[in-house]
């Protein structure tokens, strides 16, 4: 539940105001300095002993002499945003485009369900972006109005999990005198000192599944752990 809840983090984020600023205003923001700013999801996976990181990714690529007050305004977004409910609902209230890409998709969909009986990254992989979230996606928009309540404290124990608590993970590629600008800025951001949580790393039952969708294509896939056979 909690990653499904990060997963909505990183789509609404963007989106949402801030306690200081309304959407038109931050996205003026970000126009005016050349900038262009996104959150992802990196589901990392080492490749010694399959271990697996999840990081909330904030990618922001900017003119040096606007790093400053982009930095300002990523800080801005992750210690103070204000959940919106009629925002959420426009972002939430249409889950058809994810399960037309599922479908168009649908070696990929077929191979990913497999592997989560296989890899705790591929069940991560799965609540976040695959058929257990799209099935939580459906349900949320079906039933809006009484779920929005769970929705928004759902994100908001998130977002406070992820930012106040955390100082972030911070990768530069730029110029000499961008950097001093960069390490400056971060310095003055609100986040604290980073607290990893560890994963629990279960599999899914390796039971065989299917799933009927609207195509004339059928999408089959059998995974097995090269591990398992030495």
């Avoid at 005016?32 to 904030?58: C, G, K, M, P, Q």
């Avoid at 609100?190 to 004339?216: H, N, Q, W, Y």
Wanted: net charge negative.
């Amino acid at each position: 539940d909690e990653l499904f809840y990060i997963r909505c983090l990183e789509d609404a984020l963007l989106n949402l105001p801030t306690a200081d600023c309304d959407v038109p205003t931050l996205t003026g923001r970000i126009l005016a300095a050349h900038a262009n700013v996104s959150f992802d999801i990196e589901n990392n996976v080492r490749s010694d002993d399959r271990s697996t990181s999840l990081y909330l990714r904030l990618v922001l690529d900017v003119p040096e002499e606007h790093l400053a007050e982009v930095v300002t305004l990523a800080d801005e977004y992750m210690t103070s945003p204000v959940f919106d409910r009629t925002i959420l609902k426009r972002l939430f209230s249409n889950p058809a485009p994810i399960k037309n890409m599922m479908i168009r998709r649908g070696n990929r969909t077929a191979a990913r369900l497999a592997e989560t009986a296989l890899t705790a990254s591929a069940v991560y992989e799965d609540a976040l972006t695959g058929i257990t979230a799209y099935h939580k996606l459906q349900k949320l928009a079906e039933h809006f109005d009484e779920s929005v309540d769970g929705l928004v404290a759902g994100m908001q124990a998130a977002a406070a999990k992820l930012f106040p608590t955390v100082k972030p993970l911070a990768l530069y590629i730029g110029g000499a005198s961008g950097y001093d600008v960069w390490t400056k800025s971060l310095a003055g951001m609100k986040l604290g000192t980073l607290t990893p949580a560890a994963l629990p790393g279960s599999v899914a039952d390796r039971a065989p599944k299917a799933f009927t969708i609207p195509g004339e294509v059928n999408y089959c896939a059998e995974a097995f752990d090269l591990s398992d056979v030495g």
